[in-house]
Nanobody, 114 residues
Framework: QVQLVQSGGGLVQPGGSLRLSCVAS????????MSWYRQAPGKERELVAV????????NYADAVKGRFTISRDNAKNTVYLQMNSLKPEDTAVYYC???????WGQGTQVTVSS
């Protein structure tokens, strides 16, 4: 069955960095676009970044452009979200997703606070 298992996250000070990982199994990872979403308390879940199954045509939410980088390693069935220059407003639960599907990771808390 399809599984997306996330790791990373935690507490970081403003201006710091974190990297999230999402290991996929149960499907041919290299055939699918992958994405990261986030949901802050009291807010709707929002798309953060998307990476296609092939190529480098990544897309980002305006709020994270220039600070976050999505990447993938098809040999490891893993998608990453490198988050730099973190701000308190980046605090949320982050989810990976096989893009536009019903398959989601379990969620990882990211808290940016001094």
């Amino acid at each position: 069955q399809v599984q997306l298992v996330q790791s990373g996250g935690g507490l970081v000070q403003p201006g710091g960095s974190l990297r999230l990982s999402c290991v996929a199994s149960g499907f041919t990872f290299s055939n699918y676009a992958m994405s990261w979403y986030r949901q802050a308390p009291g807010k709707e879940r929002e798309l953060v970044a998307v990476i296609p199954w092939i190529g480098s045509n990544t897309n980002y939410a305006d709020a994270v452009k220039g600070r976050f980088t999505i990447s993938r390693d098809n040999a490891k069935n893993t998608v990453y979200l490198q988050m730099n220059s973190l701000k308190p407003e980046d605090t949320a639960v982050y989810y990976c997703r096989r893009h536009l599907s019903g398959y989601w990771g379990q969620g990882t808390q990211v808290t940016v606070s001094s």
